[in-house]
């Protein structure tokens, strides 16, 4: 992973030195940020591939910071908090957040979580353009762009992947197992609600008084096709 520009917003200032030093190793670029506020103007102001916010901060806790960002922003966000609530993963998650990642946690591991999102976020090598379209939603594939009926729709980079993955199979039903398998490795949790999340996302933000993604209970989501109306 080379050439990267991230943004920590912490106020620990003993991990935030940690991180610095862990990074400088690795062709990471990261800058800092010790408050909400101050955190906020620069991911606002810098070209960034990717910020780590904190939660508790003093200014402006991480929060709002990611409420504010994401108006103006779809940089990739991960969450980093010493609370492990449920409560807390969703309300970030609701805020826009791609992943959430408790205290206290190994660089290894928040390397591969950055790494895991940057590659939803389409960070890989340049590949062909590919158009997926069904039921008046384009995706390009290059560029990671969503238009709905001709007008542009800023989603985040993981709520992009869940669209991706019903829209190649619109009309037919996706398991949250199958979701959670290629978005995490691994299978979905029945009490986990972060997929329901992002689906309400996706929801909000592309239906316009036209169901296009509906939940079958137990299985998972699909996608309604147009050419079966599904």
Do not use: C, W
Not at 10 to 24: C, G, P, R
Not at 86 to 106: Q, T, V
């Amino acid at each position: 992973m080379k050439d990267l520009s991230i943004l920590i917003v912490d106020d620990d200032t003993e991990l935030t030195a940690l991180m610095a030093e862990y990074f400088s190793g690795r062709d990471i670029a990261l800058a800092i940020a010790n408050d909400g506020n101050e955190g906020l103007k620069r991911a606002l102001d810098g070209n960034l591939d990717m910020v780590l916010l904190d939660v508790m901060m003093p200014g402006m806790e991480g929060f709002e910071v990611l409420r504010q960002l994401r108006r103006r922003s779809a940089v990739p966000v991960i969450m980093l908090t010493a609370r492990t609530e449920h409560g807390d993963r969703i309300e970030g998650l609701n805020a826009g957040a791609d992943d959430y990642l408790a205290k206290p946690f190994s660089p290894d591991e928040l390397l591969a979580r950055i790494q895991a999102v940057l590659r939803r976020a389409g960070r890989g090598p340049a590949l062909k353009t590919e158009v997926l379209e069904a039921n008046g939603v384009k995706l390009n594939s290059n560029s990671r762009e969503v238009h709905r009926e001709g007008e542009l729709v800023e989603i985040t980079s993981i709520e992009y992947d869940i669209l991706e993955v019903l829209v190649r199979s619109a009309g037919r039903v996706v398991s949250r197992d199958d979701l959670a398998r290629f978005l995490y490795n691994r299978q979905a949790n029945p009490l986990e609600r972060a997929l329901d999340v992002h689906v309400s996302h996706l929801r909000k933000k592309l239906e316009r008084g036209r169901p296009l993604i509906r939940t079958v209970r137990g299985v998972g989501y699909l996608f309604a096709s147009e050419e079966t109306g599904t």
